[in-house]
């Protein structure tokens, strides 16, 4: 045996020797004064010196801008709330395997809402917090306020509670006519079950055209909804999955690849900008969604771009190769949206068109 492989031996079992020792020590430890390792703690807090209040709250760990490296679908962890608690919005009908962000609802018999949040943790993240607790081993902070509307007589209540799973900032939000306490926040807490993931729930894409309706998010509380011009449903998006694009790129015009690279820069990889240009500075534009547009990858409420922006009756009915779509039509500005398979495709064309000549143009996307 050569005088290198001895010693790279003996170094190894140096090694094992000092990590024996050391899990010794810790035993002994914890055996006679009851020690242990402190918890982790993913939220950093900085508070006031003097009054102890907290001024600032945010995510010392998590995950960083670079999404390669984010873990990708995030996991859908199980939540059973007492029986008092019905859903009304289930996560698992907007998840994919893209996903960062779910989204369950639920109210009581009384009317009062709950939300449940998970989504990436990710470095710098800030929240609002009053109080640090910790629970068993998991650092909870906790958030309450106090709102006033109609000329102030009238008040809701906001209950929040954050902690870290993993890779996940989980959140229950509860709002009532009255405020929750943190001591029932934490039994909610207590009824997730990370060990059991929930699978999404597909459905197919349809078209709705934009509504609005009151949301009671308590008895003292509503909010006017807006829904813009979107698709709906959960498709299964296939492995390979493609973007929309044109067969062929218009006569005349050419690609504007400083649009595409600002506007996919900081997107995750379920929705594709593409413009064009020509020699008259007229404009096409555009975009596809892998799966329903009705929210974006954070959860908030999108629908089509310069298409959701008009009324249902602006709109006129069509089709595209056999798929249903949703058109408007004017001098400068013409838009046809439609479904096709488990994406949804929005056209935008900055110059006059006729109808026919709208539909022909998306009909050469593929």
Not at 29 to 38: I, R, S, V
Not at 124 to 134: F, R, Y
Request: net charge negative; charged share 20%.
């Amino acid at each position: 045996m050569c005088i290198a492989h001895k010693t790279k031996k003996k170094i190894w079992i140096g090694s094992i020797a000092v990590l024996i020792i050391v899990f010794v020590v810790m035993v002994v430890l914890y055996l006679a004064t009851g020690w242990k390792p402190e918890p982790k703690k993913p939220f950093e807090i900085w508070q006031d010196q003097t009054t102890g209040e907290i001024n600032r709250c945010f995510l010392k760990d998590g995950a960083g801008s670079d999404r390669s490296e984010w873990d990708i679908p995030l996991a859908l962890y199980g939540f059973a709330p007492p029986s008092d608690w019905k859903q009304i919005q289930n996560a698992t009908e907007q998840a994919n395997q893209f996903s960062t962000f779910y989204q369950d609802i639920y109210q009581d018999s009384r009317g009062n809402t709950l939300l449940f949040l998970q989504r990436t943790a990710m470095q710098n993240i800030e929240i609002s917090a009053d109080q640090e607790v910790m629970f068993g081993e998991v650092q909870v902070i906790y958030h309450q306020k106090q709102e006033s509307f109609g000329n102030g007589n009238l008040f809701y209540y906001q209950s929040t509670v954050s902690w870290v799973h993993e890779n996940s900032l989980l959140q229950l939000i509860y709002t009532g006519s009255t405020p929750m306490e943190i001591n029932p926040m934490l039994e909610l807490v207590a009824s997730v079950d990370y060990t059991a993931i929930r699978e999404p729930v597909y459905s197919d894409l349809t078209l709705a055209e934009s509504c609005s309706y009151s949301f009671d998010w308590c008895e003292t509380y509503s909010e006017q909804v807006l829904l813009r011009n979107r698709s709906q449903g959960n498709p299964e998006i296939p492995e390979g999955a493609t973007f929309a694009a044109f067969s062929r790129i218009p006569e005349g015009f050419v690609e504007m690849t400083s649009y595409r690279e600002a506007n996919n820069a900081n997107h995750l990889p379920t929705v594709s900008y593409l413009g064009y240009q020509n020699g008259k500075r007229q404009e096409i534009y555009l975009t596809c969604w892998l799966g329903s547009n009705a929210y974006d990858s954070v959860g908030n409420r999108t629908g089509f771009g310069a298409l959701g922006n008009y009324d249902a009756e602006q709109l006129q009915d069509a089709q595209v190769k056999g798929n249903p779509a949703l058109l408007y039509m004017e001098e400068d500005c013409s838009c046809i949206g439609w479904i096709d398979g488990y994406r949804t495709v929005e056209l935008d064309v900055m110059h006059p068109i006729s109808r026919e000549e709208l539909i022909a143009l998306a009909e050469t996307v593929q």
